[in-house]
């Protein structure tokens, strides 16, 4: 680092003293830079009151998932309330385009659905949509605990399947 600065200081100084072979001509500006990837729009983080809402009084949490051979439900208020965990407070402010939902999540307080989530988990995609009224409205990323969780998931549900493959 120290020699780049010199080496800059030195280029500098000599550029400065040369000035009698007239005006120096303007350096082309460089290009604005091109992200190769088109990022979306994100949303605000999911408001506390509504996440309180789950935490309190939370009855059951139902996943979907896309492409994996099974879904599943929490019930118990402790693996409600970890899952809740799972849900970083740092909203998502753009996403790549090409994320995908991995899955469906449902929320249900006094037995109505009272939120609902696409969660996205792949590389470089790894955070919930919460959509209220079919809408996208809030985003947050997904926390460590979560990935693991999913993580465990996955792994279990390859595992299943190469169990269930015929030998």
């Known amino acids: 680092m120290r020699v780049i600065i010199i080496l800059s200081l030195f280029l500098f100084i000599s550029c400065k003293g040369d000035q ?28 506390q009151n509504v996440l309180m809402n789950i935490w309190d009084n939370g009855q059951m949490i139902d996943y979907i998932f896309h492409d994996l051979p099974f879904s599943m439900n929490q019930t118990e208020l402790n693996s409600i309330r970890t899952n809740l965990t799972y849900i970083d407070p740092k909203p998502v402010d753009s996403y790549p385009a090409t994320c995908k939902p991995f899955a469906r999540q449902f929320y249900q307080v006094g037995g109505d659905i009272v939120l609902e989530a696409d969660i996205y988990f792949s590389e470089g995609c790894k955070f919930y949509v919460f959509v209220e009224g079919g809408k996208a409205k809030y985003a947050n990323y997904m926390a460590e605990a979560g990935t693991n969780f999913f993580n465990q998931m996955v792994k279990q549900a390859m595992e299943a399947r190469s169990n269930a493959a015929p030998q």
């Open 20 to 47: 009698s072979k007239g005006p120096a001509k303007a350096a082309p500006s460089p290009a604005p830079a091109v992200s190769s990837v088109e990022m979306k729009p994100g949303f605000p983080s999911l408001p």
